[in-house]
């Protein structure tokens, strides 16, 4: 089962409660503002702030 896209438009960055973008390639969420990357697991967002990563150039 695959992250469902249709969710980008009812979910938000934790933090600044902006929009995310979808990276397919690496099947996670990327909030551009906070410069913060939020992994999916087994098709379902983590939406954490502790879980998320920074985002790399």
């Known amino acids: 089962m695959a992250f469902d896209i249709n969710l980008l438009g009812i979910i938000a ?22 410069r913060l990357v939020y992994p999916i697991n087994d098709s379902i967002p983590v939406l954490l702030e502790e879980q998320a990563t920074a985002l790399e150039e």
């Open 13 to 34: 960055c934790p933090v600044c409660k902006g929009k995310l973008e979808f990276n397919k390639e690496k099947d996670v969420l990327i909030c551009k503002f906070d």
